[in-house]
């Protein structure tokens, strides 16, 4: 009962969440429809925004600009008076520049300075010496570009408080005679800004083109005087100029920034920013979308009640009645069947052809077992079969061996003899032999010893199929010096370059790797014997599924189209006369390298060389 409970729950889950999704599917198109718009009443709050904290900075810029021309006028008016900016009576000047202070609250003080930087005259003087202005940002732009000119903040050398100062040259027949200058009070700034009312959590800054704070709101006093120079809202801004950005604000706060120059004439000084943050740029707009997902989301929730409750009593209570019965016909009861099920026409057909089915499985596991059955006994008759056919083959094998030893002992007798009784002609008839008989005589011996090393040969060939492979990790460094070294008689004349790379190990039989090595080393050595310097060079690479090793030499080489010839038994590409070998050694190689589950081919070009590879699979198993 505990599968049939898991297996129906598994199905009603499954069954629950395609209902899920199909009541779903038609509330997918409301909410694209709805975060759809409420991304067109982002964009459009975000451009009236931008607009709104626009319209404010330049607002603000005018009334920044507003002070600026009245100082360009004031100062023009004064250096339109000869019997100021040229009198030499420091005292009378000071005395109408203080007259003027007073008149003008707004200002700190107006003055005079010589075209050296030396203060000639002022409203608010020093005790002792008159002090050089000339570092004063106000005097050098002025005196550089002969207009009226707008400085930074500064704190007053004269007045010791903040103020803006202004320039404006004075001229007479040689030149620049005098600048004239008037010090704003930096508090007015601020009080001007807070005349234009900001959007909703808006804040507005006046910077001059240093980076420092001439104004803002609110909290005027705690960053007015202040350099933010570094920041990246300064550097947007001084870059911007005239436009919008968004960036971190002066407090940390990510806000949408609108930036207005305030020119006086000549450049823009000082740079009027009002930003808003931007979690306040959507607000309407999120409201509205949380209240259409909470609208859509009690829409989803009835209807999936609805559903539910006629899904329960349509649908739900007879597939649990089915699947009951399936799991029951599952575990082995095929005398189950489903009841009859009335609640629709689908599922009455569906009960049918579920019964129909089960009795369809009753008689075929019925089938099944004559089948079982048969085959039982059929597996016992070919069990006996593969007993005999082993018992045949061990026979056979065994007949095999004791066919090669009989070859090899019946064979070499009379090899023997025809050797031995060739000498023994050729010794006692030595005199009365003339040299055309001698020849003969050592022909024979010649045949007669290689049909020994053939039938020598062909037996190691023969016993190489049946010899058993002992698979172990092979040393393939270690393993080829050992061959070197055994090869090292046929070197003695010889002049050989070597190259022999470090080699991976393997999983192979370390005797068979052996006779392969011996085999393709003893080759390469033999067919080089025409150069002067035979160079022999041995290498490996590794595959996904298998280690390739190759020997390569600068030898005579063959030509490509016999190279199907190269591996079989007594297959020679060359003539005997030219190199010695029995043809039997390269078959040698594939048969061993076959047996290990790799494969075996060569590549030459006549008079050029050859390369003889063969590889050894990575994980396959003896063979």
């Avoid at 019964?355 to 008689?363: G, P």
Wanted: with cysteine.
């Amino acid at each position: 009962m505990g599968k049939t409970d898991s297996v129906s729950h598994s199905i009603l889950g499954k069954f629950r969440t395609k209902l899920i999704v199909l009541v779903l599917l038609p509330v997918l198109p409301a909410l694209a429809l709805a975060l759809q718009r409420n991304f067109d009443q982002r964009r459009a709050e975000k451009q009236g925004i931008l607009h709104e904290i626009t319209s404010v900075s330049r607002l603000i810029a005018a009334k920044e600009f507003a002070f600026i021309k009245n100082a360009r006028q004031i100062l023009a008016t004064l250096s339109g008076l000869a019997f100021l900016v040229e009198q030499t009576n420091q005292p009378f000047c000071t005395l109408n520049f203080q007259n003027l202070v007073k008149l003008l609250p707004d200002y700190l003080n107006f003055g005079l300075i010589e075209s050296n930087g030396t203060l000639f005259a002022a409203a608010v003087m020093p005790s002792g010496q008159a002090p050089s202005l000339a570092d004063r940002s106000y005097f050098r732009r002025a005196a550089a570009s002969r207009k009226f000119a707008a400085g930074d903040f500064q704190i007053g050398r004269l007045t010791d408080q903040p103020a803006v100062n202004f320039g404006f040259p004075v001229f007479n027949e040689a030149g620049l005679h005098r600048v004239l200058f008037a010090s704003l009070r930096i508090d007015r700034i601020s009080d001007a800004m807070r005349e234009v009312p900001l959007p909703r959590g808006a804040v507005a800054t006046i910077l001059d083109q240093s980076g420092v704070v001439l104004g803002r709101i609110p909290e005027s006093e705690q960053w007015i005087g202040r350099s933010f120079q570094d920041t990246a809202l300064v550097r947007k801004a001084l870059r911007v100029q005239d436009g919008t950005f968004e960036s971190a604000g002066l407090d940390g706060i990510q806000r949408v920034y609108a930036v207005t120059p305030v020119r006086d004439g000549t450049a823009a000084r000082h740079f009027v920013i009002v930003g808003v943050p931007t979690d306040l740029l959507f607000a309407a707009a999120n409201q509205t979308l949380t209240g259409n997902l909470v609208f859509m989301a009690i829409v989803v929730i009835a209807a999936l009640a609805v559903s539910s409750f006629f899904a329960e009593r349509v649908f739900v209570r007879p597939i649990n009645h089915l699947a009951a019965a399936a799991d029951r016909l599952a575990a082995g009861d095929l005398q189950t069947r489903a009841p009859v099920i009335h609640s629709t026409t689908e599922f009455r057909g569906l009960s049918h052809a579920f019964n129909t089915m089960a009795v369809r499985l009753q008689e075929r596991d019925a089938d099944l077992s004559k089948a079982r059955d048969e085959i039982q006994r059929i597996n016992a008759g070919l069990e006996q079969m593969v007993i005999d056919r082993t018992a045949q083959l061990t026979a056979a094998n065994q007949e095999l061996e004791a066919f090669s030893y009989s070859v090899s002992h019946d064979l070499r007798a009379p090899l023997r003899h025809l050797d031995g009784f060739a000498e023994l002609l050729k010794r006692h008839q030595r005199d009365r032999l003339d040299e055309k008989g001698k020849r003969h005589l050592e022909i024979i011996g010649q045949a007669a010893r290689k049909m020994g090393v053939l039938i020598d040969e062909l037996l190691v060939f023969s016993r190489m199929g049946r010899q058993e492979m002992r698979r172990d990790s092979v040393d393939m460094d270690a393993l080829l010096r050992d061959c070197i070294r055994e090869l090292e008689p046929d070197l003695s004349s010889r002049k050989i370059e070597w190259t022999l790379p470090s080699l991976r190990p393997v999983q192979a039989d370390a005797a068979m790797l052996k006779q392969v090595w011996l085999n393709l080393l003893s080759n390469a050595i033999k067919y080089t014997r025409p150069r002067e310097i035979a160079r022999i060079e041995v290498g490996s690479r590794q595959s996904e599924s298998e280690q390739i090793f190759f020997v390569r030499d600068n030898g005579v080489g063959f030509d490509m189209k016999y190279a199907d010839k190269l591996f079989g038994v007594f297959q020679r590409l060359h003539a005997e006369s030219e190199f010695e070998g029995t043809g039997i050694g390269l078959a040698n190689v594939r048969r061993i390298i076959f047996r290990h589950g790799g494969h075996t081919r060569a590549e030459s070009t006549p008079d050029q060389g050859s390369t003889f590879y063969f590889s050894i699979p990575n994980d396959k198993q003896p063979g």
